[in-house]
T-cell receptor
Framework: DAGVIQSPRHEVTEMGQEVTLRCKPI?????LFWYRQTMMRGLELLIY????????DSGMPEDRFSAKMPNASFSTLKIQPSEPRDSAVYFC??????????????FGEGSWLTVV | DAKTTQPNSMESNEEEPVHLPCNHS???????IHWYRQLPSQGPEYVIH???SNVNNRMASLAIAEDRKSSTLILHRATLRDAAVYYC?????????????FGQGTELSVKP
């Protein structure tokens, strides 16, 4: 099993540029999560999808952030325009099922974003 | 959301047992207790979870107090590779779907 695959692993971009982070969940998983991690705020849940439908986006910081899941095997998190305070590690995660709290959530290795 | 309280950091010696405590005095009857850990420069990974009874797996053991207001993650023989941040998380079976809400966790350091 390849696990959750994220790209790019590292990105440095200039303020104002658009950033697109990509995620391929584990095959067969129907829940997908985007998290952001910073030293100041720790791990924050941004949004999660179940069966490709956004269920809870209350963690999305502002309109500059958007996430899509066009199919079961792909999701994107877009930041437009990017700002230095968006610098963080962004994790994608997936799991099988949504309501059962025993389902393990598997995380990718993260996308390390630096906005200068 | 029910909250958990963990020590910010703990130290252990290699090959000795480690007991990582977690307090969750406001736990509800439908909350599962989950533990995840995050190794340096990696994403979090699942360790163990339980509801009422103690649980064992190849990675660790989970001891849950009878009143469920606290729990302890037990690493039986710490290795250098166990140095990580350990998160104790309550996961409501019905109201939160499958999401995990992370606190600050306990940073475990292991000395050779």
């Amino acid at each position: 099993d390849a696990g959750v695959i994220q790209s790019p692993r590292h990105e440095v971009t200039e303020m104002g540029q658009e950033v697109t982070l990509r995620c391929k969940p584990i095959s067969g998983h129907n829940s997908l999560f985007w998290y952001r991690q910073t030293m100041m705020r720790g791990l924050e849940l941004l949004i999660y999808f179940n069966n490709n439908v956004p269920i809870d986006d209350s963690g999305m910081p502002e309109d500059r952030f958007s996430a899509k899941m066009p199919n079961a095997s792909f999701s994107t998190l877009k930041i437009q325009p990017s700002e230095p305070r968006d610098s963080a590690v962004y994790f994608c995660a997936s799991s099988l099922g949504s309501g059962s709290s025993g389902n393990t959530i598997y995380f990718g290795e993260g996308s390390w974003l630096t906005v200068v | 959301d029910a909250k958990t309280t963990q020590p910010n950091s703990m130290e252990s010696n290699e090959e000795e047992p480690v007991h990582l405590p977690c307090n969750h005095s406001t736990i509800s009857g439908t909350d599962y207790i989950h533990w995840y850990r995050q190794l340096p420069s990696q994403g979090p990974e699942y360790v163990i979870h339980g509801l009422t009874s103690n649980v064992n797996n190849r990675m660790a053991s989970l001891a849950i107090a009878e009143d469920r207001k606290s729990s302890t993650l037990i690493l039986h023989r710490a290795t250098l590779r166990d140095a990580a941040v350990y998160y104790c998380i309550l996961r409501d079976r019905y109201n939160q779907g499958g999401k995990l809400i992370f606190g600050q966790g306990t940073e475990l350091s292991v000395k050779p």
